[in-house]
């Protein structure tokens, strides 16, 4: 029988008691219904996780007693980086969700010419808390043990200067694949535009600052299919799922 798997961003240390807050007692309570005696793992997305044993449960309070450690470690050897330009709704939620499946490193929202979405004033902390919570979710679904880090808002013009190894942007249009290029050494940064795509002077200021683009065979893909193929895509190159 498969053990739920639970993220707390507390410190976690062998044979003590760990107290969920509301949220995480609320979802133990009445979504997993778990019950006293119950085996569930607890992880803090520094690395491993711990098998423990729900000590208590009621409507207050859920106490959960660590009783093992394990050094499981499922992460990719490739860094991947992803600036993900913001769509709308669900496929922004998707392309989160399915990058943190797929090994992601590191995701920066990015503001773009095109974005319909527009997150102004309480909108942006909203909006990151979230992205936040499906990252974390989908790191307790995937078997992670380390979480990838959600970055803030950036305007892309301000994102592209500051980012390392091999650079690539999504351009339905680009000469070149993935499957031609070589990172230099295990970072890879994929740049990805909302629905309508990158403005040109979007496109010119990623290529000023090294990002080289890359089509994904002859179809123009949606936005967040773009995404998710094309970290599935470098991990098949260079990540894990050549093992």
Not at 19 to 30: F, K, M, P
Not at 113 to 138: D, F, M, N, S
Request: with cysteine; hydrophobic share 40%; net charge neutral.
């Amino acid at each position: 029988m498969r053990i739920s798997r639970l993220y707390v961003p507390l410190p976690l240390a062998l044979n003590e008691q760990v107290e969920l807050d509301d949220d995480s007692g609320h979802y133990v309570r009445t979504v997993l219904r778990l019950k006293k005696d119950d085996a569930i793992i607890l992880f803090n997305g520094k690395g491993g996780e711990y098998v423990c044993l729900i000590s208590e449960v009621s409507r207050k309070t859920v106490l959960i007693a660590t009783k093992s450690w394990s050094d499981r470690n499922v992460e990719s050897p490739l860094q991947v980086t992803l600036g993900l330009g913001i769509s709308r709704g669900d496929r922004m939620d998707l392309s989160v969700q399915k990058a943190v499946e797929l090994g992601v490193h590191q995701i920066t929202p990015l503001m773009t010419e095109r974005c319909v979405v527009q997150l102004k004033g309480e909108k942006k902390p909203q909006r990151l808390q979230h992205w936040q919570k499906i990252v974390q979710h989908a790191a307790e679904q995937s078997g992670r043990t380390v979480l990838p880090e959600l970055i803030e808002i950036a305007a892309l013009q301000n994102w592209v200067g500051n980012q390392q190894g091999l650079k690539v942007f999504l351009d339905p249009y680009a000469e070149q694949s993935l499957a031609q290029l070589q990172p230099d050494g295990m970072k890879v940064t994929l740049l990805t535009g909302p629905e309508g795509g990158f403005a040109d002077q979007e496109r010119n200021i990623a290529k000023a600052t090294g990002f080289i683009p890359v089509r994904l065979g002859s179809r123009i893909l949606r936005t967040e299919t773009a995404a998710i193929a094309a970290l599935a895509a470098v991990q098949m190159l260079w990540g894990d799922f050549r093992a």
